[in-house]
T-cell receptor, first 112, second 110 residues
Framework: EPEVTQTPSHQVTQMGQEVILRCVPISNHLYFYWYRQILGQKVEFLVSFYNNEISEKSEIFDDQFSVERPDGSNFTLKIRSTKLEDSAMYFC??????????FGSGTRLTVV | DAKTTQPPSMDCAEGRAANLPCNHSTISGNEYVYWYRQIHSQGPQYIIH???NNETNEMASLIITEDRKSSTLILPHATLRDTAVYYCIVRVQAGTALIFGKGTTLSVSS
């Protein structure tokens, strides 16, 4: 069964550093998403991406965040200057549009 | 998107059917009901979705009331591996963002 692949599985970074989280969505999917989940809290929507541009974003997705689909397969989330409160699991998801999302297994980001 | 209401937790004995309710009284005509689950801290997993008719797949059944104001997810023979947080989400089709609530924590015990 096709999977959404996320790398790395765990990343530790110093406060103020830039991080890039990587995702390979399922190849024939058209919509791509990033979510985050702070430990013990609910899954929060960050941003959706369709046709090479952001289609929706939440209040959380401020200027420190950016997304990119640099080639036909990768989908990345960049956090420019990490803060302690950015520590969370980050999930990538994709969908062809008319069916359920497929989520990746996540990247655990720890900011120290 | 319409708001959903789910009980915070439920228990189920292994081998029995788990019936998870969801209220979505403000649902509009073009909104679908989706169910996902999250096992521990894994990525959420799609279970099933429907618009008006009842739906069944290899994982579960979805029963939607005729007025569409509520639905029930049925796991016919719950196992310990079904212990998870279950989310009922209502949204318009085709690519719009899923917004997760707190869901129902289902605990299956032997």
């Amino acid at each position: 069964e096709p999977e959404v692949t996320q790398t790395p599985s765990h990343q530790v970074t110093q406060m103020g550093q830039e991080v890039i989280l990587r995702c390979v969505p399922i190849s024939n999917h058209l919509y791509f998403y990033w979510y985050r989940q702070i430990l013990g809290q609910k899954v929060e929507f960050l941003v959706s991406f369709y046709n090479n541009e952001i289609s929706e974003k939440s209040e959380i997705f401020d200027d420190q965040f950016s997304v990119e689909r640099p080639d036909g397969s990768n989908f990345t989330l960049k956090i420019r200057s990490t803060k302690l409160e950015d520590s969370a699991m980050y999930f990538c998801a994709s969908t062809p549009g008319n069916y359920g999302y497929t989520f990746g297994s996540g990247t655990r980001l720890t900011v120290v | 998107d319409a708001k959903t209401t789910q009980p915070p937790s439920m228990d189920c004995a292994e081998g029995r059917a788990a019936n998870l309710p969801c209220n979505h009284s403000t649902i509009s005509g073009n909104e679908y009901v989706y169910w996902y689950r999250q096992i521990h801290s894994q990525g959420p997993q799609y279970i099933i979705h429907g618009l008006k008719n009842n739906e069944t797949n290899e994982m579960a059944s979805l029963i939607i009331t005729e007025d569409r104001k509520s639905s029930t997810l049925i796991l016919p023979h719950a196992t310990l591996r079904d212990t998870a947080v279950y989310y009922c989400i209502v949204r318009v089709q085709a690519g719009t963002a899923l917004i997760f609530g707190k869901g129902t924590t289902l605990s299956v015990s032997s």
